[in-house]
């Protein structure tokens, strides 16, 4: 029988860890997104490139013609919002575990962005989609789920401020105040991703309604802003390296006075921080997978390069030379290992939602984005100036990644996390380890011996 | 339901990969295993040190008094053989898979070196019995390879050479040629483990009966040798980071003109190369899940150092100073990242055999020692000049699995071969992007572009 | 004594291992360029980026009228072309050694690349005043390097091929012929930095002007190639991470059937490769010693940043977060080993010329990059999602790093040559390892014992 | 001209660096002690290891013969007590700066142990000699200090305690008190290096004399204490990994109620955190210099083995595969760094004393062991398992270099330290950022832009 022709995405290894774990229907879906990528996604790639302006304003208000096409195609074949789980939103999403979903992020990771998407499941939409399905009132899913669900608008979720560090999320500033049957919205954010795209329609803004509540985690609320509601300013957009991720781009916006109904409110005051952690663990396993897709790629490339005949140098190939074929073999081993801690913590999810898994996600989120920036790098290497320019993904997949190590919390934070959940464990050390010295006195008596130490 | 006792010993994330891969006689035998490594092995370590003799001579004539009993309990248990797999060995062995051994085996890698020899899964004599089981003659099997199953007598895998670089094992100058019905054996060995041991009766003897053959591969032949036959000189033990690992010892030994009887030949003559391969594949499996028990033991030691109150300095505990929490979590993952690349090898060689699994199997041997040490030494580092010495068995641990970057050939063989098979991968990605560009000046030429690049 | 205001720039160590071995007039110099840095420059800098248009054709018609006006002042200063050597270019140089203006070059790379052009002291411009100066006709100097050295003009190298390997000069394949009394040239280079200003005026141009020849270090001459000579044509600036470094840029240059007069051949026929190997080895010191001081310039912004009261998370400043502080401390270990590796590489030029210095050169041409890169992504990393984007200097700044890892070679190849040098020393300890064989056994026979091994 | 002998034992860009900082009488002393490490030190060093008996009793009784002999003739050509400086112990000392001993102490890290004892400039003698020098009273120095001087006697300093955390001395709880005209000290203390060696005669052991004193530095004193004081016991010798290093050792003691008189208090009562603070900074640099001697030397042998003919494999040189030639490249510059970053150190010690130069002491303490570990490592691995072994030096250097990531304070502590020192420059830089921005507002104004961020 045919080996799944995902197989060729991830590794054989991988796969032998989890097959069994897949539903069928996850296996036929796997299969049509392995081959809607080659035969749609990849040979669109640099034609969306090519459709965009390099003029700095056109740029910005550009609906890429080949991307909505895709869009059309994905959804015709069901290749559509795979990321929303049934088991969480029945009455949106598809039966895909996070395991499940976790492969085929892996597999889109080896597309650019346009891979998630054509297929509706790019941030930060997929995170929005999940807080309205979770938490929106009727109102707010008619007005704003259904047209996202469907693709026909993109959104925004603004919480990282300028002017304080927000990686803790207890210090935003951005005042959200209820004036009547109105809320006030006052803030400097940036780093929106999404709000310079023309489609999008929303921005869900995380500000503090109730700064003196003595619960500091009541104090934050969210609510929805229509991204043309008079005071929301978009002062620039912010790059990445060189990138401005046109025309999604990641923004520097000032909310001046913003007023939206009371209706714009979600789940509740006081409802901000309960609703942003539940948007967190899955999103962190997504961004792994695609991350580790990424680095295989890269992998891929590299593999091409070193054994390209016209990239010969003092008459041998790039893979003759020096260190080249220890690096292939380090970044094979790099991936693999990746890519198994990532499935493990996707299925911990799935058996013990996100909050049992934190520990799992916590070392993903720390571990993936360095080892596929570590993988990009050596590929980049073998490519000579080529591959930190634009004509091979590279530099831009690695640009992106390294923000991988910021986003969601910087790595340190992730470390500390996981290392003082590890410290935990000492106490029944501890208890052990005096169980185990009273059994070995008895074991030392028996023989007549003594034991010090 | 109480989670399975193994967890504890290896994590959840990974036991939920491979739980529903075990069999129910499996997991029975792991429970035993752990209350074993619990209630006996671990008890008697220093007492295993204690009556082992600190006389340079005397220490090499010992049998361990406590040793004894604990095989004698394991025995008794059916804990007893367990590496030597019914697939391969269907008259001697148990039904367990690699990948269920493997697990056993990372639970023994918490104790030191009496528990894989309590349970009769001690190198070299796992892989000797393998031989004999295999291609043993019956006469072979009777006279040798029972007493080895029974645990009464021990082996020794005599290959490695003083003069040659023998990890090329083509470089092997030993002499092995028939003189009427006798074998006569010259040669110079070193790093011959277990032949020190009292108990030690056979060495398995790689060496040249035929060097002018044209096929390389079929000038090696290995006979049995008797410890005590005349002409075995063993001339001392190597140390290994001053540890001479009495009784069993890694010794330097010339073979004098040595005489067997012809029926010691194993399998037949120019086999010695065919026996080796086949000698290698799990062994080297079960090597690197004892590291990474031998790691996860060291963090455990680690935990409770950091988290001791007599160790505080500056009014700090150990944990809250520098990087010793990050230190640990990177440790964390480290090994959860390890354990998963060695099970998934495990699986690939139960689906493939060794043959089929050389690339994970790489992986895994060169990856995994390397990574075991990096814990190790953290740990260390946490104890201070304590974790260096005598008193935890982190040093002789670090030492130990030292060897294992260059057991089996030197780490760089390993990444040399894992990454000559990643570029294997090469023409057929070649292949595919050359497709891929086909399509994408499709896609170009629907939209009236021209690619250039 | 005040010490002298450079040790602010360098370190008090470094500063202490060379002061003595610089001159009075290098002193002096020194003290006005950090001065003219601090007072002129650096604050130059951010006006210099807004005086660039956004408009993709615009943005490389520009001539910065800021750095216009630093050059005049520069000039004015005698801080003027520092780089040429009076050792080397009696007639037009200054009496700095390559230590001492790799300590110049160490505090211009506190500013970016506007620092080194202010003072008519920047690549590739400085490697092509040094070729015209030494090779250059009397008609070429008084054409070409005159307006160079006034700074009137810029120039490019135009070496680096895109369909071949030419990290192996040897693969050059453009065509350098002579009919009748001019040169003809046909091409396709690329990376030709400096092609995209408007104030270029020069390309030197290698090519194969005799490919035949047995000696293939006698196959390539160097000719000047006016930069508005019909058939230059200039396809596209490259990218590095999205930057395209304007209005100087890396550009993709096709010379189709392009024709100069015979004068304008440098040297003679067939002396390219002498040409380019005298041009490299102090540029690559001058890399060196600017990417310590970008280096050091990033630690010091990340200095600020970890001890900024608004940037505090969870009551603490950054600095108090878990491996902040180790990582500075690293950082500056680094930083401190790597400027005294370059001095003390700089120091030999100076004694032995680039030739005999060649592993000195090569240490440091592949430490440098990567230690300078790995401070600044902790100075990035520091600084969250502001350490990626135009707001601070770090990440164009490694982004300009990251090339100095392929330029004039690759690592690899630096670290291969500086191993092989290495090698080299084998035979001498190896005879040596002999005498004291000998020796050894004379004290073993003196003690009557017998030396075994 | 010939180079200077040492340029063998160091580099041509080190030695350039600082020739011209060090004396005549340096320069002779330094082609003294290369001369007699290549003629005596180096062949005698495998007959001090065989005249070392392995009978675990006698071999903490022996005088080893030959060192006794080196000692002699060292001696008898001035190389003696060359690590005390005339600048500090006029009386006593050589001429020597730190820096110009600092290269003595690299040539003689290319020996074993048996190098700094040969010239009566081993630890734990050179420290006390030290303080008894410093602050001996008359008939302290009569009765030790000049014994020690002469190589007649040696010495221990007993610091660390076994149930304390003593990296922070202030735990230290041995204690020592008067009673009429007496001592008396009980305390547990361990790895009191010398302790074992039958020549010691004197341990200057720490302890607190006034534990309720106010300030915590002057609750401690320090007392000499005779070896054979009743009282004194020696429990064992810690190993550290599997070496015992006899004769010498470190031993743990038990000081139960030992008396003496009044007159072996040193300097007097409360001085003990004096005393140990003025015994550190030099030590270190010692210390570094000798691992950096000990990585060139083990660079040295692994050159010699890659080149070795009998060690190929595959048909190839062992230098010709995988990552060995780049592994050699790194330890070259590795090294290179290192020493600079050394002799850097020791400079700014002649400068300001240890106390101003320990941000450089700190740097070259957590850097340097780490590196030499390094190169170690990987020389160890260039020759297989016989590296791990007894027939190299190369584990037990290892061995003993790892314990210098943790003597006199494990890397953590020292890296903290430097770290903070380096936090210490934020507020100079932050004001010099607003200088910075003032400036560039002028420059913003001039050219009618705005400045905004």
């Not at 575990?97 to 939409?125: K, Q, R, W």
């Not at 503090?208 to 003595?214: A, I, Q, R, V």
């Not at 979600?266 to 967190?280: D, S, T």
């Not at 520990?359 to 930190?388: C, H, N, Y």
Request: charged fraction near 25%; charge should be positive.
């Amino acid at each position: 029988m045919a080996p799944h022709p995902v197989v060729e995405y991830t590794s054989e290894a991988s796969w032998a860890m989890i097959e069994d774990k897949l539903s069928h229907y996850a296996k036929e879906t796997l299969a049509k997104v392995v081959k809607f990528l080659e035969d749609e996604i990849l040979p669109a790639a640099k034609v969306a490139h090519a459709q965009l302006p390099d003029d700095p304003v056109k740029r910005w208000q550009t609906v890429i013609p080949v991307v909505t096409e895709l869009k059309a195609k994905a959804k015709k074949l069901g290749l559509w919002n795979l990321f929303l789980s049934k088991a969480h939103y029945p009455e949106f999403g598809v039966p895909l575990t996070n395991l499940e979903y976790g492969v085929i992020a892996e597999v889109l990771g080896h597309a650019g962005p346009i891979g998630p998407e054509s297929m509706n499941c790019s941030a930060p939409d997929t995170g929005n989609m999940e807080v309205l399905a979770r938490y929106g009132s009727p109102e707010q899913q008619k007005k704003w789920l259904i047209p996202l669900l469907n693709g026909e608008i993109r959104s925004a979720f603004s919480m990282t401020e300028k002017h304080v560090a927000s990686s803790d999320a207890k210090n935003i500033r951005t005042s959200i105040r209820q004036e009547g049957n109105e809320i006030v919205i006052n803030g400097h954010k940036w780093w929106i991703s999404g709000a310079g795209d023309p489609r999008t329609k929303l921005h869900l803004v995380l500000g503090k309604s109730d700064p003196n509540n003595k619960n500091e985690y009541n104090q934050q609320s969210i609510v929805i802003v229509p991204a043309d509601a008079p005071g929301v300013k978009i002062i620039r957009p912010m790059k990445v390296f060189g990138y401005d991720d046109a025309p999604e781009g990641h923004c520097e916006i000032i909310y001046d006075n913003v007023r939206v109904p009371l209706s714009n409110l979600v789940l509740g005051w006081g409802k901000g921080f309960e609703i942003i952690q539940g948007r967190l663990g899955p999103g962190r396993i997504h961004h792994c997978m695609r991350s580790i897709g990424a680095a295989q790629a890269s992998l891929n490339l590299m593999l091409q390069r070193v054994t390209d005949p016209t990239r010969k140098t003092f008459g041998k190939y790039l893979y003759e030379h020096g260190t080249v074929v220890a690096d292939i073999a380090k970044s094979r081993a790099d991936i693999e290992g990746a890519r198994l801690l990532v499935l493990s913590a996707a299925l911990q999810i799935d058996k013990y939602k996100a909050k049992g898994a934190m520990k799992e996600i916590g070392i993903a989120k720390f571990v993936v984005p360095s080892m596929a920036l570590t993988v990009i790098d050596r590929a980049m290497q073998s490519f000579g100036a080529a591959g930190l320019s634009q004509d091979t993904e590279l530099a831009a997949r690695w640009a992106g990644l390294r923000t991988l190590r910021l986003a969601d919390g910087p790595d340190a934070v992730h470390i500390q996390q996981v290392g003082q959940r590890e410290l935990k464990r000492a106490p029944g050390l501890v208890k052990k380890a005096q169980e185990l010295k009273r059994k070995e006195e008895a074991v030392f008596a028996k023989y007549g011996l003594k034991a010090h130490l």
